[in-house]
């Protein structure tokens, strides 16, 4: 049986109407597709890079660099989903000795940090674990102090970026400025910022220079050293410590010369005799960091616990082979 001619019509224009809503829908599935891709494309991650099984903290975690925070190394917990608006991860910003562009050398100290729930953005690109490890100062790249400032920016802006995995995951209430040698001059020169509530210099402390002698012998020792004048520390505005090598670290004088300084606000000075070098390249970042993330606890998540480490009648530091602690007397 044939059809009538308006039945065909009908049939051929439900068919063309049909064929328009595929590609509708097609256009449109492509479309959710890009946009997707685009988003992710916004946070494109490098291969995750994991350091002595995740350190030894409860949240195991990875090394990489994401694109768009060039010149970086982000240290974090593997698993984000742990962690929310209530329960968000403090900062640790970080530079590096010899003013290196790379936190080589100081890896397993502050992916440990990392493991124990913390967002540790350090300066400079994360070389292969099997490249030549950047031997004195300077070497492998220099950096600059800006980048802390730089790693700052970039917290507050994943914090506020629903594309971003650290969405409303980021404590940007709690911020340490932190570094070692040069990166503790960096820090000192970056420690002014109203976004730092914690400082804690390791190795490190400010040359000796004469009021109005910017170009003294002691102004800039190497390119990236910043010059920072011992006046400036009484500008600090929030609690300090001094992790020091004892009395052969280079700049064990300056270091404890910057705390005797400092009365205003609570400053502490601690130090094991191990010298310049510290204990970072030990595994898991050795004794300096596990009194580095006391600190960190006590300072950034409020943990009575951790305080014990430096406060109270018997300090848990000096049970700990070889250390020696001072403190001023605003340390509570």
Known sequence: MGTKPHERCFLLSFIHNYQIIILMRKKILMTLVLAFAMS???????????????????????????????????FAPKDLSVFNEKKPLPVLVWGNGGCAN???????????????GYLVLATGVMPKQEAPRPMGMGRG????????????????????????????????????????????????????DERVTSIMICNSGLFEQPEGDEGGPNARRMPGMPSVPKKKLQEIHCPIIYILGGETDIAYANGMD????????????????????????QPHGGEFAIVARAWLDWQLKGNKDASKMFVGSNPAILQRPDWTLEKNAKVQ
């Not at 502050?110 to 493991?115: C, E, G, R, W, Y």
């Not at 969405?167 to 570094?179: E, F, W």
Request: aromatic fraction near 12%; charge should be negative.
């Open 258 to 281: 910057d705390f005797k300084r400092i009365e205003h606000v609570p400053a502490i000075a601690v130090n094991l005799p191990v010298g310049h070098g510290g204990t970072y390249n």
């Open 102 to 116: 790379s936190p080589r050398g100081h890896e397993k100290f502050l992916n440990d940090i990392a493991s124990y």
């Open 141 to 192: 790249g220099q950096s600059r102090s800006e980048q802390q400032v730089e790693s700052m920016d970039w917290a507050f802006q994943q914090n506020a970026d629903k594309k971003s995995p650290f969405y409303q995951k980021i404590d940007t209430k709690n911020i340490c400025i932190s570094g070692m040698s040069c990166g503790g001059l960096q820090a000192l020169f970056n420690c002014f």
């Open 40 to 74: 992710v494309g916004t946070y494109a991650q490098a291969t995750e890079t994991v350091l002595e099984e995740g350190g030894t903290g409860p949240y195991k975690a990875v090394v990489y660099e994401v694109e768009g925070f060039a010149e970086h190394t982000i």
